[in-house]
């Protein structure tokens, strides 16, 4: 059958018009219809809106029907930051935090994200490639249908190259479709301790002009922080990733204020992430540009860390984004549904803003805003008919709201069992 129907949708929430990221008080229109219906062809969208409305542009006997039983349905959550291939949980990181260190110290003294380098540079591309494919099953479960993700567990050219080429299989395997991030710039390898100006000089002559020229990765990213990469460092990453042609992503303010919201405004990046300790002056300058702040307070929740100023930015008018941030050290969390519940209840977020920021602004943070999270003729059918009956119940229930199912371009790619 060339067209298929989904039918008996309690609510749809369509995120309408607008052809750029929402800010301000535009984060608030869901679009929200009642006894909606979609019409989806070759994996595109063809109709979506009051039943009766679709049901005039088709007839019903030539379509494959899905029903969603009286439930909701949402476009899937584009989840922009992420960092899922990587070969082992922290959990003895987890215990040294709940002994009362710090991330940081946990990191000088040999854990943190060297740590996992160690591990990922010991596993093979098969290997990660399996574990991949367990994460990529709990997002699609989660309503999640694309992800950004990240390298930067490698650290030389080799092992960089080994994470984007495991990432690069599984968007090809599908059906998560998956947006690759070079990182680089994550940490400085341990082998390298004592001469980070080479491998500074090393990512910015050799590795981020052959992941561009290889195809490897839509976007750049750097860990701009105390300890990590500084301002001045950064600001020349992102010279390198922009001339050779790969989006710009910045993991800004997340431990404290080094200067890396500012730089992501400069430069017009893609987005600029974390941020919990951005000053009224990021703030500002984030509000006056394009740059989307992904927020990602599932870490901010595992570090018990205070969260970053959603109301600020959003009162501001800063295009704000909700990722989960999935990695082993500081947000071992890949349900969006989750992040909404931290969001709404910690940083005080409105459901409809909070929705938005999770589908639509995370669209835009990994440049599919034009074609992905929506229900407009002509964009990607990724459809999720959540167990709800109305939108208000996602961030309402928490630990356990589970999705019916999963549509990816236009094909169920997970159903609960009843
Ligand atoms: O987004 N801050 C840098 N990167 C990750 C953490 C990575 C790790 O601890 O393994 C983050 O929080
Ligand atoms: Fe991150």
Redesign the pocket.
């Known amino acids: 059958m060339e067209q298929t129907l989904v039918l008996n949708i309690a609510q749809l929430l369509t995120f309408p018009g607008l052809d750029a990221p929402r800010r301000g008080r535009d984060l608030n229109s869901v679009g929200m219809i009642q006894d909606a219906a979609v019409l989806i062809e070759k994996g595109l969208i063809a109709a979506a809106g009051p039943r009766d409305v679709v049901l005039k542009t088709t007839s019903p006997e030539k379509c494959r029907i899905i029903d969603a039983q009286g439930r909701i349905v949402l476009p899937g959550f584009v989840d922009s930051?992420s960092?899922p291939v990587?070969a082992a949980p922290?959990i003895l990181?987890f215990e040294s935090r709940l002994q009362g260190k710090t991330?940081a110290e946990i990191?000088s003294l040999g854990g943190?994200?060297l740590s996992?380098v160690d591990l990922v540079r010991r596993s093979s591309e098969e290997a990660l490639a399996a574990s991949l494919k367990r994460w990529v099953k709990k997002f699609l479960e989660s309503g999640t249908t694309t992800l950004e993700a990240?390298s930067?567990?490698g650290l030389d050219w080799e092992n960089e190259r080994k994470i984007l080429r495991v990432l690069a299989q599984a968007d090809k395997e599908g059906p998560l479709e998956i947006v690759s991030t070079f990182?680089g710039a994550?940490?400085v390898p341990p082998e390298m301790k004592d001469r980070r100006e080479v491998y500074i000089q090393r990512l910015i002559e050799e590795m981020i002009p052959r992941v561009a020229g290889e195809n490897l990765a839509r976007f750049s990213d750097v860990?701009c922080?105390g300890g990590?990469f500084s301002k001045e460092e950064s600001r020349r990453i992102f010279e390198a990733s922009k001339k050779a042609g790969l989006g710009l992503k910045i993991?800004a303010e997340?431990?404290s204020q080094n200067g890396g919201a500012a730089l992501a405004a400069d430069f017009e990046a893609s987005s600029a992430?974390?941020l919990d300790f951005a000053d009224e002056a990021d703030i500002r300058a984030l509000a006056r540009s394009n740059v989307v702040a992904c927020l990602?307070p599932g870490?901010n929740y595992f570090?018990s860390k205070p969260y970053p100023p959603a109301r600020k930015l959003i009162d501001s008018g800063a295009a704000v984004a909700l990722a989960t941030?999935f990695?082993?050290?500081?947000?071992p969390c890949w349900d969006m549904r989750m992040i909404l519940s931290i969001a709404c209840t910690q940083m005080k977020m409105k459901i409809e803003e909070a929705l938005s920021a999770a589908i639509v602004n995370g669209a835009w943070a990994v440049g599919l805003g034009k074609t992905h999270g929506g229900f407009q003729a002509g964009k990607v059918a990724d459809l999720v008919c959540h167990e709800a009956e109305d939108y208000r119940e996602l961030p309402y229930y928490f630990g356990f709201s589970p999705v019916f199912w999963t549509m990816k371009k236009g094909e169920v790619v997970f159903r609960r069992m009843p």
């Open positions: 930051h960092h990587f922290r990181d991330y990191a943190g994200i996992t990240k930067g567990y990182l994550h940490a860990f922080e990590y993991h997340q431990l992430d974390h990602v870490s570090l941030d990695n082993p050290g500081t947000c």
